[in-house]
């Protein structure tokens, strides 16, 4: 089945300064890979997702970046705030009967030191 | 709209108790999804909905069961408690092609 690796499992950026968090995965199969960020207490929000059939995408100062030869994907966020403390998991799934399956990986403790 | 819906928020169980988490979606939603969230470990899929009256095992099914009875509701059982099953459980909804929108989750300790 699927596996996603994820790094580092924390990062300490200064505030205005970008950060980066990477993961792997194993299934060539799998075409959809979401991005979450998770506040303490409350559940996965959705920040950005990208489809195996687009190699970047962007929305403000998150952007994904995805290398389906290396089978590995990437997030973004330039300029960063201290709202954007949290933790960030990564997921990969492919479909079946139309389910998303999204194996996650570990997670990203990212804080934001002003 | 409330969105996902997850009852009880709190709940300690002892060991060999039985009790059931509700979720509930008020977006029409075809697919439901139970997860667990241990420390230091991403999410991981329990059991899965495409649609009224179907559920499917994800990939830690052992111990839980589920229904869905109705299209809103996802009910996530656990027959006989056990401490390996203290966790919090989140439960996702979403739409075909479309994103998994999450509840706030249910808080599970079992002594």
């Known amino acids: 089945g699927e596996n996603v690796e994820q790094h580092p499992s924390t990062l300490s950026v200064q505030e205005g300064d970008s950060a980066v968090i990477k993961c792997t995965y194993s299934?060539?199969?799998?075409?959809?890979f979401p991005w979450y960020k998770q506040e303490l207490g409350k559940g996965p929000q959705l920040i950005i997702d990208?489809?195996?059939?687009?190699g970047e995408k962007k929305d403000q100062r998150i952007a994904v970046t995805l290398n389906k030869t290396a089978k590995h994907f990437s997030l973004h966020i330039t300029e960063t705030q201290p709202e954007d403390s949290a933790v960030y998991f990564c997921?990969?799934?492919?479909?079946?009967?139309?389910?998303?399956?999204?194996?996650f990986g570990q997670g990203t403790r990212l804080t934001i030191n002003p | 709209n409330a969105g996902v819906t997850q009852t009880p928020k709190f709940r300690v169980l002892k060991t060999g108790q039985s009790m059931t988490l509700l979720c509930a979606q008020d977006?029409?939603?075809?697919?439901m999804y139970w997860y667990r969230q241990d420390p230091g470990m991403g999410l991981r899929l329990i059991h899965y909905?495409?649609?009224?009256?179907?559920?499917a095992k994800g990939e830690v099914p052992d111990g839980y069961n589920v229904s869905r009875l109705k299209k809103q509701n996802f009910l996530l059982g656990l027959e006989s408690a056990a401490p390996s099953q203290t966790s919090v459980y989140f439960c996702?909804?979403?739409?075909?092609?479309?994103?998994?929108?999450f509840g706030d989750g249910t808080r599970l300790s079992i002594l």
């Open positions: 997921a990969a799934s492919g479909r079946v009967q139309g389910a998303q399956k999204l194996v």
């Open positions: 909905s495409v649609g009224e009256g179907t559920t």
């Open positions: 977006m029409n939603h075809e697919y």
């Open positions: 996702a909804s979403s739409q075909r092609i479309e994103p998994q929108h």
């Open positions: 990208i489809r195996s059939n687009v």
């Open positions: 299934d060539s199969a799998s075409n959809y």
